[in-house]
């Protein structure tokens, strides 16, 4: 193997499957199963900005995987969710499946994916469609995952950036940014953390605000040492900004800032980059 094929970790540059094409696998995440690491995202293509100033990117292709054995040389396994050409369908392109995440069931034997749903034309919106909760499961990890449809958690207040999360005990849980006008007409925009029912399938009653993380978005969680932490960035837009994470014993209890978990981001822009998912390499201790 050709240790550095892909270039130096410092280098800048891009970054090709086994084929010799660019990996285009946006704000997904990596899954551990069947003996491979399992890279998956959005497969996006640009899209011009829309009459009302949305827009940015979409997927006219679906959520696509990647599978790896050493997290460097990555073979391209094929569209898991596709989109569709009907015009009735949900799955209508161009549209979005932003952050999609999924985890392993061991009760129902079932992958479960969960997504930032945003309906055709791919514009972020407050209406029925355009800030969703999306469901989709498989009973093979880089199977033909089956659409079940949307869902807005706890009051039906839109859904924006989020992950999953899945305990050392099998308790799942879903982290979004959560975005209301409170009675003063303020953005009261938040990240929440749910706890999911025991199949994944749905959210329960069980939630946290995490007050901390005012006006904060793509939330990436690690467990270390029997804490949790989300990683998080800030609202800019398209724009580079600092990190913030936050700290807990327990995902929907008290949450304390912690500040820039980046060391050496002398810009304070995350390295230029933004916070989407974090996974444990198999076999080491830490």
């Known amino acids: 193997m050709e240790c550095f094929k892909h270039g130096e970790i410092t280098e800048f540059i891009q970054w090709y499957d086994t084929d010799g094409n660019i990996i285009n696998a946006s704000d997904g995440g990596v899954i551990f199963a069947e003996g491979k690491y399992h890279w998956y995202g959005q497969a996006l293509q640009a899209k011009p900005m829309a009459g009302n100033g949305n827009g940015g ?93 949307t869902t807005r958690p706890l009051d039906k207040k839109i859904v924006q950036d989020s992950t999953l999360y899945k305990d050392d005990d099998g308790t799942a849980y879903f982290i979004y940014d959560r975005n209301q006008i409170d009675e003063n007409g303020n ?19 069980e939630y946290a605000r995490i007050d901390a993380a005012f006006w904060r978005e793509a939330p990436a969680i690690i467990k270390r040492k029997g804490k949790f932490y989300i990683v998080t960035s800030g609202l800019t837009g398209w724009d580079f900004n600092q990190a913030k994470a936050f700290r807990t014993d327990s995902l929907i209890e008290n949450w304390e800032d912690i500040g820039d978990p980046c060391i050496g981001d002398y810009t304070k822009t995350t390295f ?3 916070s989407s998912y974090a996974f444990k390499v198999e076999g080491t201790e830490d």
């Open 57 to 149: 990117q979409v997927t006219v292709t679906g959520v696509v995987m990647y599978e790896s054995e050493d997290l460097l040389n990555w073979k391209y396994e094929g569209v898991i969710l596709p989109v569709s050409e009907d015009p009735e369908s949900p799955l209508r392109a161009p549209m979005r499946f932003e952050r999609p995440k999924i985890i392993y069931n061991e009760k129902t034997k079932q992958y479960v994916l969960w997504c930032h749903y945003v309906c055709y034309p791919g514009d972020h919106g407050t209406a029925e469609g355009t800030a969703e909760a999306g469901i989709a499961v498989c009973d093979k990890v880089n199977g033909n995952y089956k659409w079940l449809g």
């Open 187 to 205: 953005d009261d925009r938040c990240l929440y953390v749910v706890k999911l029912t025991d199949d994944y399938l749905a959210t329960t009653e």
């Open 272 to 274: 230029n980059s933004q």
